[in-house]
T-cell receptor, first 113, second 112 residues
Framework: KAGVTQTPRYLIKTRGQQVTLSCSPI?????VSWYQQTPGQGLQFLFE???????NKGNFPGRFSGRQFSNSRSEMNVSTLELGDSALYLC????????????FGPGTRLTVT | DQQVKQNSPSLSVQEGRISILNCDYT??????FLWYKKYPAEGPTFLIS?????DKNEDGRFTVFLNKSAKHLSLHIVPSQPGDSAVYFC???????????FGTGTRLKVLA
């Protein structure tokens, strides 16, 4: 089975621009979560989707948004980029609709200049 | 407010010895805990989990211990191998919230 894929792997954007990151979960997985990883902060939860519905979100400004499609693929969007948004963005999928292990993609490294 | 804390940023252990990684949490509503391993340029990989109804879970060389009264969990790796060198994250969640809180990670180096 193919793993979680994320595109693009690397991205350089300028302050004020917006960006869309994509995540394809493992086949059959309907739960997709997004995390931001920065040095010293660990993984910060952004949001979780299941069957196209956002079930929870973390403490991030409204510039961060996401969605999930009927095939479980997910996108996250960051508008009006700030330097502090530079991070590794990780997507994780899960086979379970309840608590359980997550399978992570390799991440998208976003650099904002 | 960091609800899940890994107070040791790094740990070095000799090959063949035991590695003990620690994690503390503050939210008493957490009822499911997980450990992940992360190599550079890769996403975290699930290692082992434990429900709050248990105090120990074993999987091969990996054992997780949960002390609910102390709000503390630990991951034991026995014996440690050089391939175990990675960053280890603990994570916690409350069933039904679909929100996982991660610690900041501990970098384990197993010396050959």
């Amino acid at each position: 089975k193919a793993g979680v894929t994320q595109t693009p792997r690397y991205l350089i954007k300028t302050r004020g621009q917006q960006v869309t990151l994509s995540c394809s979960p493992i086949s059959g997985h309907r739960s997709v979560s997004w995390y931001q990883q920065t040095p010293g902060q660990g993984l910060q939860f952004l949001f979780e989707y299941f069957s196209e519905t956002q079930r929870n979100k973390g403490n991030f400004p409204g510039r961060f948004s996401g969605r999930q499609f009927s095939n479980s693929r997910s996108e996250m969007n960051v508008s009006t980029l700030e330097l502090g948004d530079s991070a590794l963005y990780l997507c994780a999928s899960s086979p379970s609709s309840t608590s359980g292990e997550q399978y992570f993609g390799p991440g998208t490294r976003l650099t904002v200049t | 407010d960091q609800q899940v804390k890994q107070n040791s940023p790094s740990l070095s252990v000799q090959e063949g010895r035991i590695s003990i990684l620690n994690c503390d949490y503050t939210n008493s509503m957490f009822d499911y805990f997980l450990w992940y391993k992360k190599y550079p340029a890769e996403g975290p990989t699930f290692l082992i989990s434990i429900s709050s109804i248990k105090d120990k879970n074993e999987d091969g060389r990996f054992t997780v211990f949960l002390n609910k009264s102390a709000k503390h969990l630990s991951l034991h790796i026995v014996p440690s191998q050089p391939g175990d060198s990675a960053v280890y994250f603990c994570a916690a969640t409350t069933s039904g919230t679909y929100k996982y809180i991660f610690g900041t990670g501990t970098r384990l180096k197993v010396l050959a």
